[in-house]
């Protein structure tokens, strides 16, 4: 057991204050990549989400773009379960949820298939695109997201070997 020199109180070992130094230093640098403007869709979802939102108000009866538009506005999905004041961690609200986006989102080319290959998917590291995400699930839902990531394939079978 480690102490610390004055024997009061039980020392950090090196390994640990080595992985929370590492997880400060990342929280430190997220709001110089705030600043420099790493946050937020990357340019050509913005321009899909122009044009998206430029369809909708010129046609009411242009439902598709409606419900492309509005997934552009809305910000980020937050799970569907927790809305209504149900009670949610922070995991569960924001990473460790199936996302699910609108038709043209998926079938729009210039996103080269990405949507299609995140709908169905959380936010976890071993799931999303996104470094921000990739960066909260790994340090704030470590253990969620480890359930997640280390789950077999529905097509995929274990054997235990006794």
């Not at 640098?29 to 705030?34: N, Q, V």
Request: aromatic share 10%; net charge neutral; proline share 9%.
């Amino acid at each position: 057991l480690f102490r610390s020199p004055e024997g009061r109180f039980p020392a950090t070992p090196p390994a640990v204050r080595s992985i929370m130094a590492s997880r400060v230093l990342l929280l430190a640098m997220l709001p110089s990549c705030a600043v420099a403007g790493f946050f937020g869709p990357p340019k050509f979802v913005k321009d899909a989400c122009e044009k998206w939102c430029h369809e909708a108000t010129a046609s009411s009866a242009a439902t598709d773009a409606i419900e492309a538009c509005k997934a552009c506005n809305d910000g980020p999905q937050t799970n569907p379960e927790c809305s209504g004041g149900a009670d949610c961690d922070y995991c569960k609200r924001e990473i460790v949820f199936p996302r699910h986006y609108p038709k043209l989102w998926i079938e729009e080319p210039s996103f080269n298939g990405k949507m299609a290959k995140l709908e169905g998917k959380t936010r976890c590291w071993c799931d999303t695109g996104c470094p921000v995400y990739y960066i909260k699930s790994s340090l704030f839902c470590h253990s969620e997201c480890d359930a997640v990531c280390n789950k077999a394939p529905k097509d995929e079978v274990t054997i235990q070997v006794v």
